[in-house]
């Protein structure tokens, strides 16, 4: 040992441990293998200073005829065993950390201070030579008198032990505890925070957590659920309906096709009955927007079956009409027509039916008619790499040929029958006219084609490629220098 350190063991010791301190706060938390490594080895030098100049952590200390001395490595001696408890918490955190992860810091936080306690009794029997059978018998007098005081916290301490041991849920899950749902952010000794969707915290004792009905929306990995409930009329055929509502599940893509999504007839009453869909989504975030998505083709469904959602506010039933007028209602391109309009439009729409995987608008052709979705889900096919994919999916009240009818340009995509579909077919020669005479219609046609073809383009153009950067500079980088 060098000579200097052997003459000045003491104060070696204080500025290791000054050093220690140091070294810890200045290390990036992102080198924690560094932080542990450097740990490690100062308490290795420190104890070989303590035990070299004989103040062994294991007697009491010497020095006995020399006051400050004595109570100097007294000191040095109860600091070993405070820094022996600290490096075995580390070096115990850092283990649990690469095996059980963020989860297990609650355990990790009692096992630091089990070992901190047994350190400190540690120190009172070996330096201070206390009696540690009576330091015992009153530390657990006062044990009994703080557990009682802090029996509602010390509830919540071990129901978060046991909510890390079973682990039901863990950081970043979606859950739900009674009722409260949210994203989990931190499970500490007290209780469990959730960031709901409104973006709002919600703190959670653990004792509640650990009696509370949890549903963990996380598990199984990339499955949320949903559901949504709808009622109709009482006189309405359920076969109808519920061919209609496995209709709009086949139009709304986000949907995962398995587990496949489900229409279930629910609760009948007086009123109404009830029919629930219910699928699922590869991520929470889509749960919002799938579901309104979903409401929406639901309502369209109905509508194109005859049957529509129960409302209280409903008037009188409206007079009988022709599908073709119906369908002209609920179109938002030509809702804009006058009543009279819309009696004479409907008289020159023609019912085409389609069986599932027929072609409707093969991709190339320029069409001279315009088609309306009346019911059924349409399926429209984009060519990338020389691959066709699924772009996406139409139901009824949308529009199909607009590019022939506007500008005789060819369809960018097929259009083919995902479904059983009928279409209300308006030839050219009678839809120019109109377009010419209403021009709201003829923008609101113009506008529709413009946002299909920025999307078809955003869809099947190859993704830009980053260049690659050249000089010294990038010279060095690549060969590590």
């Not at 050093?19 to 030098?45: E, G, Q, T, Y």
């Not at 490096?87 to 850092?94: I, K, P, R, S, W």
């Not at 659920?225 to 209609?244: C, D, K």
Request: proline share 4%; aromatic share 8%.
């Amino acid at each position: 040992m060098p000579s200097f350190i052997a003459d000045h063991p003491m104060l070696c010791a204080v500025a290791l441990i000054l050093i220690d301190i140091a070294v810890w706060r200045l290390i990036s938390p992102n080198l924690a293998n560094w932080k542990l490594a450097a740990r490690l080895v100062i308490f290795a030098v420190f104890s070989a200073v303590l035990f070299n100049d004989g103040m062994n952590p294991m007697q009491a200390a010497p020095y006995a005829d020399d006051t400050t001395l004595h109570l100097a490595a007294t000191a040095l001696q109860i600091g070993w065993w405070l820094f022996a408890a600290r490096t075995l918490t580390v070096l115990l955190g850092a283990v649990m950390m690469q095996r059980v992860g963020h989860t297990g810091r609650l355990l990790q936080d009692l096992m630091g201070a089990v070992i901190f306690l047994i350190a400190i009794i540690a120190a009172m029997a070996y330096v201070l030579d206390l009696p540690v059978k009576g330091v015992l018998a009153t530390s657990g007098a006062v044990a009994i008198i703080v557990g009682l005081a802090l029996q509602s916290t010390l509830s919540d301490v071990f129901s978060g032990i046991v909510l890390n041991t079973t682990k039901p849920y863990q950081i970043d899950d979606w859950i739900s505890i009674d009722g409260t749902e949210g994203r989990v952010t931190d499970i500490d000794w007290r209780a469990t925070r959730l960031q709901t969707s409104q973006g709002s915290l919600a703190v959670i004792p653990n004792s509640l957590a650990a009696k509370a009905k949890i549903i963990n929306f996380s598990r199984p990995a990339d499955m949320f659920g949903l559901a949504v409930s709808l009622q109709v009329s009482p006189h309405a055929r359920p076969q109808t309906v519920i061919e209609a509502l496995e209709r709009a599940m086949q139009g709304c893509r986000p949907l995962l096709a398995q587990p496949a999504p489900s229409v279930a007839f629910k609760a009948s009453t007086g009123s109404g009955v009830e029919y629930e869909i219910s699928g699922f989504v590869p991520a929470m975030g889509l749960k919002r927007e799938t579901r309104n998505q979903l409401y929406d083709l639901a309502y369209r469904h109905l509508q194109a079956a005859g049957v529509g959602l129960l409302s209280a506010t409903e008037g009188s039933t409206p007079p009988a009409v022709s599908g073709a007028r119906a369908l002209l209602e609920r179109s938002t391109i030509f809702s804009t027509l006058r009543q009279d309009e819309k009696d004479t439009f409907s008289q020159n729409m023609t019912l085409h039916t389609y069986r599932a995987g027929e072609m409707i608008l093969a991709a190339g052709e320029v069409s001279d008619h315009l088609f309306i979705i009346e019911s059924g889900v349409v399926s429209v096919l984009l060519i990338k790499d020389g691959h066709k994919f699924e772009a996406g999916r139409m139901g009824p009240g949308e529009v199909i040929g607009e590019s022939g009818i506007l500008s005789d340009q060819a369809a960018l995509a097929d259009f083919s029958a995902k479904t059983y579909c009928t279409l209300y077919r308006i030839e050219n020669e009678y839809l120019k006219p109109c377009l010419d005479a209403r021009h709201d219609i003829g923008e609101a046609m113009k506008a529709l084609l413009d946002f299909r073809r920025h999307a078809a383009q955003a869809l099947t153009e190859d993704a830009p490629v980053v260049p690659v950067k050249k000089g010294f500079i990038q010279w060095l980088r690549n060969r590590g220098l």
